[in-house]
């Protein structure tokens, strides 16, 4: 947990024990270890039992059996969540935002303290401008099926926090990359390797990258925190990047040339197909139009808030982070 001089307001206490959602996924697993050094106990929830690395099983999708699961844990880091491949939108909602309400029902009835929400910064949805978006910005559905499945998680979190059932805080991460990131660096991998990678705005939109030690670090922050409850923080590493920069580095490790670029209504174009084709089996597509636009987007968002209420610095860079993901990419076979 990153220091600070200053003892208010982001002067944190110890952390006593802690409950992880999610706990087998990309972040839980890693939020699982990281607490793991610095909480009383650490307890991972998923679907699968696995007593070696302290993880029971329960579907927080369903009521029953989760208020045994969470007894005795005064903190809940809530990362489950249904996210994009084959998801639908039935699976997004029981997932995502009923399992989020039965979490806080059942952490309430466990007697935590508080509840921390991994939210995403996609929720604000379509950038228009080019100025750094700060978390007073509404949020806009944007018919993808996971960001908008985590607005209505955010509600159901908010309405717990004003209805004063527990202390929450919401932190909604950039675009989260490194080793086991699927999203932003294996599938990314795997389609520029294979020649499917193409970028709209011609390479030129703007990128928020958020190296996954960085997003560990704000969260645990956020578990302590003393003004955090009731806040919503944008978390990334702090600068944004273009597109064509960000993803260059992959394609560098893999010996490619520059990655294709196309103007953003081509890459709409492109991405129409899959998605339709998609929407008539019932799932989500991977590049939909939604993430086409992200990728187009001219503006990243404004950690200033994050700062002042957790603290929070992020300590690795753009090139470090790609250095360190490098390493792992190769580990695994996955720059053949």
């Known amino acids: 947990m990153r220091a600070t001089s200053d003892p208010s307001p982001t002067a944190s206490t110890a952390l006593g024990p802690v409950l992880v959602t999610g706990a087998s996924g990309f972040i839980g697993d890693r939020m699982r270890i990281r607490l793991d050094r610095a909480a009383a106990a650490v307890r991972g929830l998923d679907f699968q039992t696995d007593l070696k690395r302290g993880i029971v099983a329960a579907d927080i999708s369903e009521r029953d059996g ?48 508080r509840f921390v929400h991994l939210s995403t910064a996609r929720v604000y949805g379509e950038l228009d401008d080019d100025a750094d978006v700060e978390e007073t910005r509404p949020v806009r559905p944007s018919g993808d099926f996971f960001t908008d499945s985590k607005i209505a998680a955010e509600q159901v979190v908010l309405q717990a926090q004003a209805a004063g059932e527990i202390d929450c805080v919401i932190l909604r991460p950039g675009d989260v990359y490194g080793p086991g990131a699927r999203q932003w660096t294996v599938r990314p991998v795997e389609a520029i390797r294979s020649n499917r990678f193409v970028l709209p705005a011609k390479g030129d939109g703007v990128f928020s990258p958020l190296y996954v030690d960085n997003l560990l670090d ?43 670029v196309v103007p953003t209504l081509a890459a709409l174009g492109l ?3 899959p998605e339709a084709a998609a929407r008539i089996g019932g799932t989500d597509a991977e590049a939909t139009r939604a993430t086409m636009r992200h990728l187009a987007r001219p503006a990243t968002y404004s950690i200033e808030r994050a700062g002042k209420v957790l603290g929070y610095e992020p300590a690795v860079g753009l090139e470090r982070g790609m250095n360190e993901t490098e390493v792992w990419l190769r580990e695994h076979g996955l720059l053949r």
Do not use: Q
């Open 218 to 260: 704000a969260t645990e922050l956020a578990c302590t925190a003393p003004s955090a409850p009731g806040t919503v923080l944008n978390v990334s590493d702090g600068a944004g990047v273009a597109c064509r920069e960000f993803f260059g580095h992959y394609a560098r490790m893999l010996g490619k040339g520059s990655i294709p």
């Open 66 to 113: 989760l208020e045994a699961a969470f007894a005795g844990y005064e903190v809940v880091v809530h990362t489950a969540a249904a996210t994009r491949r084959g998801i639908t939108r039935d699976i997004a909602w029981r997932t995502n935002v009923l399992g989020t309400r039965n979490a806080i029902e059942a952490a309430v009835a466990a007697g935590a303290t």
């Open 271 to 273: 991405a129409a197909v």
